[in-house]
C-alpha cells in the first residue's frame, strides 16, 4: 500500500567511525543532512576524543545521538564475524552505551537509540541468542533506549519482548534478497554505487514501504528510518540529494526519537 505523502522519515549515519589522526566520515557536513547519528563507540572505530566531538556537533544541531555498538573489533572494522559468549556480548554492549553516554550528557544530550553495526547488525538479524546479549546489553545500560533494527530481525523481536521501543530501518544504498535482508557485502552488486538509482530508492521506501530486490520483485521495507552510508565516496553529496528529493516528495524528514 502506497504511503500518505505527508509521512515522516528519519535519516540515520553511522558517524564517528575513525581513530586518532585516521578519519572515515564526513561527520561536521553529514550532520548538517541526518536527523539521528549512529556513533560508533570504539569498539568497531571512533576513540574518546572523536566521540566527545561528535556528540557535541549532534547537540548544536539538533540531531539525535545514537549508540552504534560492535563486536570488539577494530583491526576488520567490525565486519568480521566472531563468537562471543552472550554475557560477554551483553556487558560489552552496555559498555558501549555507557562510554557513549558520558560524552553526549556532556555535550546537553543524552544517546537516544542504540544501533548494533556490520557483522553484529547482520548476525543479529538471524541469531536468537545473540540477539538476545544484544538486549541484555540495552537493559543493562538503563533507561529502556530503542533499538534501531532491520524489521523482521531477531534483535527487534527480542527487544518487543523485553518491552524497548523498536524502529525498523532500511538501506537505499544496500541490495536486498527476495526474503527483503540485505544482500551480504561480500557478493557482487551488494552496495548500489549509481547515485540515481540510491536517490530513487530512497523516495520509494519512504512512500512506498518497498524496494526492488535483486531478484526484480518488490519487497517491503516498512522502515521508519534511512540509513545513508557515511563511508561511501561522495557520501555528503549523496545524503543531500536524497533529503532533498525527500522533501520534493512531500515527505518530512523528522528524527524518529
Same mark, same amino acid.
Not at 500500500?1 to 558517524?15: G, H, P, Q
Not at 546479549?133 to 530481525?153: D, I, N
Not at 523498536?166 to 544504498?173: G, I, L, Q, Y
Not at 521495507?221 to 552510508?229: K, M, Q, W
Given at each position: 500500500?502506497?504511503?500518505?505523502?505527508?509521512?515522516?522519515?528519519?535519516?540515520?549515519?553511522?558517524?564517528?567511525?575513525?581513530?586518532?589522526?585516521?578519519?572515515?566520515?564526513?561527520?561536521?557536513?553529514?550532520?548538517?543532512?541526518?536527523?539521528?547519528?549512529?556513533?560508533?563507540?570504539?569498539?568497531?572505530?571512533?576513540?574518546?576524543?572523536?566521540?566527545?566531538?561528535?556528540?557535541?556537533?549532534?547537540?548544536?544541531?539538533?540531531? @539525535?545521538? /545514537? !549508540?552504534?555498538? #560492535?563486536?570488539? =573489533?577494530?583491526?576488520?572494522?567490525?565486519?568480521? $564475524? &566472531?563468537?562471543?559468549?552472550?554475557?560477554?556480548?551483553?556487558?560489552?554492549?552496555?559498555?558501549?552505551?555507557?562510554?557513549?553516554?558520558?560524552?553526549?550528557?556532556?555535550?546537553?544530550?543524552?544517546?537516544?537509540?542504540?544501533?548494533?553495526?556490520?557483522?553484529?547488525?547482520?548476525?543479529?538479524?538471524?541469531?536468537?541468542?545473540?540477539?538476545?546479549?544484544?538486549?541484555?546489553?540495552?537493559?543493562?545500560?538503563?533507561?529502556?533506549?530503542?533499538?534501531?533494527?532491520?524489521?523482521?530481525?531477531?534483535?527487534?523481536?527480542?527487544?518487543?519482548?523485553?518491552?524497548?521501543?523498536?524502529?525498523?530501518?532500511?538501506?537505499?544504498?544496500?541490495?536486498?534478497?527476495?526474503?527483503?535482508?540485505?544482500?551480504?557485502?561480500? @557478493?557482487? /552488486? !551488494?552496495?548500489? #554505487?549509481?547515485? =540515481?538509482?540510491?536517490?530513487?530508492?530512497?523516495? $520509494? &521506501?519512504?512512500?512506498?514501504?518497498?524496494?526492488?530486490?535483486?531478484?526484480?520483485?518488490?519487497?517491503?521495507?516498512?522502515?521508519?528510518?534511512?540509513?545513508?552510508?557515511?563511508?561511501?565516496?561522495?557520501?555528503?553529496?549523496?545524503?543531500?540529494?536524497?533529503?532533498?528529493?525527500?522533501?520534493?516528495?512531500?515527505?518530512?524528514?523528522?528524527?524518529?526519537?
Amino acid at each position: 500500500m502506497t504511503r500518505s505523502a505527508t509521512t515522516s522519515i528519519d535519516l540515520n549515519a553511522d558517524l564517528g567511525e575513525g581513530f586518532g589522526h585516521w578519519r572515515l566520515t564526513d561527520d561536521e557536513q553529514l550532520l548538517s543532512v541526518v536527523t539521528s547519528a549512529n556513533v560508533a563507540c570504539g569498539f568497531h572505530a571512533g576513540d574518546p576524543a572523536i566521540m566527545r566531538r561528535v556528540c557535541l556537533l549532534a547537540a548544536e544541531r539538533g540531531v @539525535r545521538v /545514537g !549508540a552504534q555498538v #560492535s563486536y570488539r =573489533d577494530l583491526a576488520g572494522f567490525g565486519r568480521r $564475524s &566472531m563468537e562471543v559468549p552472550p554475557a560477554e556480548l551483553a556487558a560489552e554492549v552496555a559498555y558501549q552505551i555507557g562510554a557513549l553516554e558520558i560524552f553526549a550528557r556532556a555535550a546537553g544530550s543524552r544517546v537516544s537509540y542504540v544501533k548494533p553495526h556490520g557483522a553484529l547488525y547482520n548476525r543479529v538479524v538471524h541469531d536468537e541468542e545473540q540477539a538476545a546479549a544484544v538486549v541484555e546489553g540495552v537493559l543493562l545500560a538503563g533507561r529502556g533506549l530503542p533499538v534501531l533494527g532491520l524489521p523482521g530481525s531477531q534483535l527487534l523481536a527480542a527487544a518487543g519482548r523485553a518491552g524497548l521501543p523498536v524502529v525498523t530501518e532500511a538501506f537505499a544504498d544496500r541490495a536486498y534478497t527476495a526474503r527483503a535482508t540485505l544482500v551480504p557485502r561480500g @557478493r557482487d /552488486g !551488494a552496495v548500489i #554505487s549509481d547515485p =540515481d538509482a540510491v536517490v530513487a530508492r530512497a523516495v $520509494s &521506501m519512504a512512500l512506498e514501504g518497498t524496494v526492488v530486490a535483486e531478484s526484480g520483485e518488490r519487497v517491503p521495507t516498512g522502515a521508519s528510518s534511512l540509513c545513508l552510508h557515511g563511508d561511501t565516496p561522495g557520501a555528503v553529496e549523496l545524503a543531500r540529494r536524497v533529503r532533498a528529493a525527500l522533501e520534493s516528495a512531500g515527505v518530512e524528514v523528522a528524527a524518529f526519537s
